[in-house]
């Protein structure tokens, strides 16, 4: 197993296999793992906004028998141009494990390079893999399997795009994406999503016509059209991404089945209608409940003394 969760590629489809055998458990037996990381302290870097990582981390690594330590932008000394490599170094003399969220995809590399505990990415401008590793544990819970099935994600090529992209494809799934022009997912990932497929038996897709890819799907997916640090975007985004709304016409060309998946926070209005995420399909408060189970199992297995 990697010693860092930065990114669900860095991983085998065993060791994803394993993660969420483990959130599985951890779900059915909380109290068996109530000591496994006691005394042992998660420093939480925030220098974005959370309501479902933050909560779910904090109360995560309590209920395992250690402490979470909050460490918002303003709390520590990087807006002030200490550096990455040197705050790693030194958390590392006080803390078990560091969770971080992150703009640059590149600062929870280099915290991982510099730090001597282990380092999880808790949403970075490119990946966001504690997200899709709750969510591939609540597509097995709902549809009781992953490989062969379709996901579709409807939307900005974003972090929340390649992590499904890379979790499908370690899952063995079909993975589809439909985003506007201009808002494609990072052909890099989209290339090693695809080499992680063929071995897999997974299928990437990638398409402007949003109609297609959600046709047949088991699971159809979206996420904001502004992420966090794109706000000054919005309105040219709400242009833009005209026709890309979940609503229940598109959930009608998915298979009678589908769940509808949402990370959250959601806009209902703008990339998906009410109707639909609070509606018979919609799974997303499983998928938030499923965050603490799954990241339970990545500190368990990153931090614990057991595993
Ligand atoms: N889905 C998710 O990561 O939510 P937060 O931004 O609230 O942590
Ligand atoms: N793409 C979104 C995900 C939030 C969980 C963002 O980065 O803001």
Redesign the pocket.
């Known amino acids: 197993m990697p010693r860092d969760f930065l990114s669900l590629a860095d991983h085998s489809p065993e060791q994803i296999r394993a993660y969420l055998d483990l959130a599985r458990q951890v779900k059915l037996h909380p109290q068996g793992f109530r000591d496994v990381c006691r005394g042992r302290t998660l420093a939480m870097i925030f220098q974005?906004p959370s309501l479902?990582t933050r909560v779910s981390f904090e109360t995560g690594i309590y209920q395992l028998g250690g402490q979470g330590l909050y460490l918002g932008p303003k709390d520590i000394q990087l807006h002030r141009g200490e550096t990455i490599a040197d705050t790693a170094r030194v958390l590392s003399r006080y803390v078990d494990g560091i969770m971080a969220r992150v703009f640059a995809h590149q600062d929870v590399v280099d915290l991982a390079a510099y730090a001597d505990v282990p380092v999880i990415n808790g949403?970075s401008?490119l990946l966001?893999p504690c997200?899709v590793l709750a969510d591939l544990q609540t597509i097995e819970e709902k549809l009781g399997s992953l490989a062969g099935r379709k996901w579709t994600y409807i939307g900005?090529g974003?972090?929340?795009a390649h992590s499904i992209l890379f979790g499908g494809a370690l899952a063995g799934m079909t993975v589809a994406v439909g985003h506007p022009r201009g808002y494609a997912p990072d052909p890099e990932i989209v290339t090693r999503a695809r080499d992680i497929a063929a071995r897999t038996g997974g299928a990437i897709q990638v398409t402007e016509d949003p109609g297609l890819a959600a046709q047949e799907a088991d699971v159809v997916y979206t996420?904001?059209w502004a992420?966090?640090?794109q706000e000054a975007e919005h309105a040219e985004r709400l242009k833009r991404f005209e026709g890309f709304q979940v609503d229940e016409a598109m959930m009608g060309r998915a298979r009678p089945g589908a769940i509808f998946m949402h990370?959250?926070?959601a806009h209902r209005g703008e990339e998906v209608a009410a109707e639909v995420i609070d509606g018979p399909q919609s799974v997303v408060f499983d998928q938030a409940e499923n965050r603490l189970h799954a990241q339970k199992a990545v500190m368990i297995k990153l931090m614990g003394d057991r595993w």
């Open positions: 974005k479902r949403l401008d966001h997200q900005d974003n972090n929340m996420d904001v992420s966090m640090g990370c959250l926070p």
